[in-house]
């Protein structure tokens, strides 16, 4: 079975994410005619953050059975692999086309083919923008992603509680030594961002959830109140956004927030008013690798087209309404499919571990 509100508060936070950058699309249309910004759209990136912690959640909760296990372990990534890969790949070839074609679009200096490499293996690697970004620039939390999924793998060779302290306490040193200023070269700082820390306490929200730790609904609907108050009503603190406080600042709000949709009472998955948002949960994935190449195109229509004729607020809707349709059949037609075969290809290895705490186990989550 799965847990509902999780799959929901997936749509949400992608949403959010497209909402971010519509929000960046619009400045740029309204930089063109000398106007300003529709709005400040830096509230609605805290989609990212919240991915984060959802991303730590599900690991634990997934994997609960798989501790003390060389077989789980190697499982662990096989799926990981399988989930991320093959859009990821194909969203890079398509970027990389893009830049070819373009060669202005693109972020690497002409002939950097190891940035390329990189792009495709999940490497930080500077590009001319001054950050680590891949060739589809939402890839580069699935840097981080890789990350998360190659220490949590060697986790998973240990009994649970070595395991948990190897995770916690390998990134929890890698964030310190990057706020210290002691990691040299741009994979390890990159690797070192605070913003590992909301993987982190989702993993934390992951743990009090095998151990059979639930929320009212009274609880919870409080808790998602005041996480999002803090994000739409509080402004970050002052800092470079990868810094320590303005990091911290987005991954408490995340946690609480994750900790009422995963604690509290879960949504009944068979009513009607959930299906839109447990099918954009579902293909959450694809509409977060896929958005900003929609709405960049859509922008480049809009600025030389019928379209520009129209309010820019209209940009908002009919950009998400468009992504939301090309993510969802990117869902069905490309990356379910993918993964089924693949999975159906590279079978299960059985897995022996200890057995899992709690009273829900892994098995609250089919995702």
């Known amino acids: 079975m799965k847990l509902s509100n999780i799959q929901i508060l997936r749509a949400c936070a992608a949403l959010m994410i497209v909402v971010d950058h519509c929000g960046i699309e619009t400045e740029r ?14 509230a609605w990136g805290f989609g990212v953050p919240l991915f984060f912690a959802i991303s730590g959640f599900i690991m634990v909760v997934t994997s609960a059975k798989n501790f003390g296990s060389a077989s789980g372990a190697v499982d662990f990534m096989r799926r990981r ?3 991320i890969v093959p859009l990821y790949w194909a969203v890079t070839t398509v970027a990389l086309a893009a830049a070819l074609a373009a060669p202005a679009l693109s972020k690497a200096p ?3 083919h190891l940035y390329i490499a990189a792009s495709y293996l999940f490497w930080p690697y500077d590009c001319v923008t001054g950050y680590a970004r891949p060739l589809a620039t939402p890839g580069w939390t699935l840097n981080l992603e890789m990350l998360f999924y190659v220490v949590f793998a060697v986790a998973l060779l240990f009994r649970r509680r070595i395991g948990l302290a190897v995770l916690f306490g ?4 890698l964030v310190a030594a990057r706020a210290a200023g002691l990691l040299p070269g741009v994979a390890l700082n990159f690797w070192g961002d605070p913003i590992v820390l909301g993987f982190l306490l989702g993993a934390a929200v992951g743990i009090a959830f095998n151990s059979g730790v639930r929320l009212s609904g009274f609880s919870a609907a409080a808790l998602a109140a005041i996480g999002f108050g803090v994000v739409f009503l509080i402004p970050l ?13 987005s991954a408490v709000p995340a946690v609480l927030i994750l900790i009422a949709f995963a604690l509290g009472p879960q949504a009944d998955d068979n009513r009607r008013i959930w299906i839109a948002a447990l099918l954009i949960g579902d293909a959450s994935y ?3 690798l896929v958005h900003a190449f929609v709405l960049r195109a859509l922008s480049m229509v809009w600025m030389k087209g019928p379209l520009g004729a129209l309010s820019l607020w209209t940009f908002i809707p009919i950009g998400m309404a ?8 990117t869902y069905w037609c490309f990356e379910a499919p993918a993964t089924r075969w693949l999975n159906r290809k590279t079978p299960r290895r059985a897995v022996r571990s200890e057995p899992a705490p709690g009273r829900d186990g892994a098995a609250a989550l089919a995702k």
Do not use: C, H
């Open 237 to 249: 603190p002052a800092g470079a956004e990868s810094d320590l406080l303005p990091r911290l600042a």
């Open 170 to 173: 390998s990134l929890g040193v």
């Open 286 to 288: 694809s509409l977060y």
């Open 110 to 112: 002409p002939g950097d």
């Open 322 to 329: 468009i992504a939301l349709l090309i993510a969802i059949a």
């Open 81 to 83: 692999v399988i989930r």
């Open 29 to 42: 249309l309204s930089q063109s005619v000398g106007g300003s910004k529709l709005f400040d759209e830096t």
